[in-house]
């Protein structure tokens, strides 16, 4: 399967184009075709290999079903659905040719259609490719073999779903599936760190052994004093010394044991549990921007900590408590036979029922308790909206209303906690008197094996701890079961996030020497991975000379912001291709695009909780404070920076808090500023700020436009009449084109923008 995420496709009869983007689809045609009545199944499985001179294809039958494997060489695109589409395209288009980017990465891809189809699918392929679909009976596989003429690279296994009889191509992204543990990701966080397990797991051993000759031991001692009591003979403190010295040395001895291991394990469980954060928060890092569309930052946020810190614990109980209560288990019910095989025979018939039963009880009791967590964790969550949000809580006077809501949660989670308490108080009654009473009739059943001389004094002293001992085991072991479940549970919620690759790969793609700056959106399509059935954009045709300014306008929801988005390539067009110099962005490394070739300044720049200084040169980690005190200069930010009676070294609050929307819009240009970017998109950078802010803003932009590439997305109109050219957008398209003065002069949608934003701001103008 592929990694991360799956699609299904679903097509009715439409046009070729609108199956793939171009050039995939501008080679090729479609045929509406009767289709038969078959309703079989055939699945192809394709693995495309490497071998350049060998194309070969295998088949299978069983049940009614066929399997066919073609293995062919073949050029597929970057994108798990891009290979899908251009496979189902394969089959509905029949091309002859495909012209992939020239950066390939192996892929897989299989394919279950209808039977019914065969005819439709068979008259799309060209009688001049080869080779061609051949007929078969109904109920039989249905052989199809796919033409070569593709460049090649291998490729792995993955699946897709299609339905040619159905709606308008729409892709959905499966619900995910409740996430296995991954040994093989745990075995390499936990290797390293091998040696101090096993020392760790062998002190376990060894405490859960001594554990098993205290009983023996203190039942030596125990029929040394009933032997003095009765006889009064001998020396009594030379006799109880033996006994009493052993039992003392196996408690030190243990004591070192227990602390010992429980050491090694805190260190074992904390060196995991770190890397096991770090490789998660690396692995979200990669992740493209489509993935937090689709994923909580809370959800996120607590797989770093809720559930590395469940399965640390879970981790470190289980192998300590784990080990050394089996251990305790069988050793001392050893020992209880060796001690009496009668009384360990009916310890046998009670112990279960009772271990059961307070199994059982627990289950019901970590119920309430999980509806208990949930409680708080919605009451925690409630105040942290209102404390994030709190200057809108304070605007709109919401102090009462949010402090009533809260106190409802809390009210509501002291109930369910208060239930808790109560059972928990019930069964520790319980348990009490249910173990009272096995000590009670221990010593009753003891009594009278003593009477008949099978048993001593020490003997039903040592029964007694023994099968406490036991008892306590049992009750641990039953309790790490479920310990067990939740660690793997959580582990495999965490190990779902880090194995999961990136749809937008970070790294290795092509750098050119020299980049001018010139920029070429070619029949772009969008939809959001989110929205799939709502296009953003559509044929969106656009080309920025080097050097330039342009501006995009146009009302809200139009694809302003889109267009910056897809040219950060934090999304890849549906159909078509972003071009810088020429070449396709898909091809190029994006760490270094986006690190060095683009400067993103957005409506409400994000600072970090740190100093001015370490915010602006988190723009170019490497660079020095006098090239940050630069970039600051040329943002007009230095003046206000100085100011500060910490200059640079000025501690910022959470995102900025400190800093005005001015302030904060400078230091984000600053940071932007100083890597250099050849390309500057500025997505409407002054649209939040007052009249005197934007007028120190824009005089920061203006400086920051020479020898750059500049794409602004404006909503105030009257900070781009001195843009080379403005594009106006509407409905995902390009709708007018030109300098400010053509525009008005044309009296089209610009003029109307210009119009009702005078009449809505006249100050504005």
């Known amino acids: 399967m592929w990694k991360g ?194 020392t760790a797991i062998i002190l376990a051993f060894g405490a859960a052994l001594l554990n098993i000759q205290i009983p023996l031991i203190l039942g030596e001692l125990v029929n040394v004093v009933s032997r003095y009591t009765r006889e009064h003979a001998g020396n009594y403190l030379r006799e109880v010394q033996g006994p009493a010295l052993k039992l003392l040395c196996l408690y030190g001895a243990q004591g070192l044991l227990t602390c010992g291991y429980i050491v090694l394990l805190s260190r074992v469980g904390e060196r995991v549990a770190g890397s096991m954060r770090k490789s998660l928060f690396f692995s979200l890092l990669r992740q493209d921007v489509a993935f937090f569309d689709a994923e909580k930052t809370g959800l996120l946020v607590n797989r770093l900590t809720s559930d590395v810190q469940e399965f640390k614990s879970s981790f470190k109980q289980v192998i300590s408590q784990g080990l050394r209560s089996l251990t305790q288990t069988v050793g001392c019910f050893l020992s209880l036979y060796y001690i009496s095989p009668k009384l360990t025979g009916l310890l046998l018939v009670v112990m279960p029922v009772l271990v059961g039963s307070g199994a059982l009880i627990g289950s019901f009791l970590r119920k309430l308790s999980r509806r208990a967590q949930e409680q708080v964790a919605r009451a925690t969550g409630l105040a942290d909206e209102a404390l994030g949000n709190v200057r809108t809580v304070k605007a709109f006077a919401m102090e009462t209303r949010e402090m009533e809501l809260y106190s409802a949660e809390v009210d509501k989670s002291s109930q369910h906690n208060e239930v808790l308490g109560v059972g928990i108080a019930a069964f520790q009654g319980l348990s009490n008197v249910v173990l009272n009473c096995i000590v009670l009739g221990t010593i009753f059943a003891g009594g009278s094996l003593m009477s008949s001389k099978e048993l001593s004094a020490g003997d039903l002293m040592s029964f007694l701890v023994a099968s406490q001992t036991v008892q306590r085991s049992m009750a641990n072991m039953s309790v790490l079961f479920g310990q067990v479940v939740r660690g793997l549970s959580a582990g495999g919620r965490v190990f779902e996030f880090m194995s999961l690759e990136p749809t937008i790969p970070l790294s290795g793609g092509f750098k050119p020497p020299v980049l001018k700056g010139e920029i070429h959106f070619k029949d772009v399509s969008f939809s959001y991975p989110t929205r799939p059935g709502h296009e953003v954009l559509k044929k969106f045709d656009l080309r920025i000379p080097h050097g330039k300014t342009v501006a995009l306008v146009g009302q809200s929801g139009g694809g302003k912001s889109t267009v910056a988005a897809l040219l950060e390539r934090f999304y890849d067009p549906t159909e078509g291709a972003v071009q810088l110099d020429g070449v396709d962005i898909r091809i190029l490394d994006l760490s270094w695009l986006r690190g060095e070739v683009i400067g993103f300044i957005n409506q409400e720049p994000v600072l970090f909780g740190t100093t001015i200084l370490e915010n602006i040169r988190f723009g170019r980690p490497d660079a020095t404070d006098a090239e940050v005190c630069e970039a600051a200069a040329q943002a007009n930010a230095d003046s206000f920076i100085r100011s500060f009676p910490e200059g640079y070294n000025t501690m910022l609050g959470e995102r900025g808090v400190t800093l005005s929307g001015g302030q904060k819009q400078r230091v984000a240009i600053a940071r932007a500023l100083l890597k250099d970017p050849k390309i500057l998109i500025l997505d409407e950078a002054t649209s939040a700020l007052d009249t005197e802010s934007e007028r120190a803003v824009q005089v920061a932009l203006d400086r920051a436009r020479s020898g750059r590439t500049v794409v602004v997305i404006a909503h105030r109109l009257s900070t781009i009449s001195e843009a080379d050219f403005i594009v106006v957008l509407s409905k995902g398209q390009v709708a007018e084109l030109g300098t400010h003065e053509d525009l008005l002069r044309r009296g089209g949608l610009y003029a109307d923008l210009i119009r009702r934003q005078k009449q809505e701001s006249p100050e504005s103008q």
């Open 5 to 198: 995420r799956s699609h299904i496709y679903s097509y009715r009869p439409l046009a070729a184009a609108s199956l793939y983007p171009a050039p995939y689809s501008q080679h090729s045609s479609c045929h509406n075709i009767p289709l038969p009545s078959e309703d079989h199944v055939t699945i192809l499985e394709y693995q495309v290999t490497s071998s350049p001179n060998r194309d070969s294809v295998s088949e299978r039958r069983e049940e009614g079903r066929g399997h066919l494997t073609c293995r062919y060489y073949a050029g597929i695109p970057d994108r798990p659905d891009h290979v899908e589409a251009m496979l189902l395209h394969f089959l509905q288009a029949g091309l002859r040719q495909c012209r992939p980017p020239a950066r390939l990465t192996g892929r897989g891809f299989g394919l279950s259609l209808p039977l019914a189809n065969y005819s439709r699918l068979r008259n799309a392929w060209r009688p001049s490719l080869r080779p061609v679909w051949k007929p078969v009976k109904k109920g039989k596989l249905l052989a199809v073999l796919l033409g070569p003429a593709l460049l090649g690279v291998g490729v792995r296994a993955a699946r897709c779903q299609v339905d040619l009889n159905g709606p308008p191509l729409t892709v959905s992204q499966r619900g995910r599936p409740e996430p296995e543990f991954n040994w093989a990701q745990f075995w390499k966080l936990l290797r390293p760190e091998l040696i101090s397990l096993f």
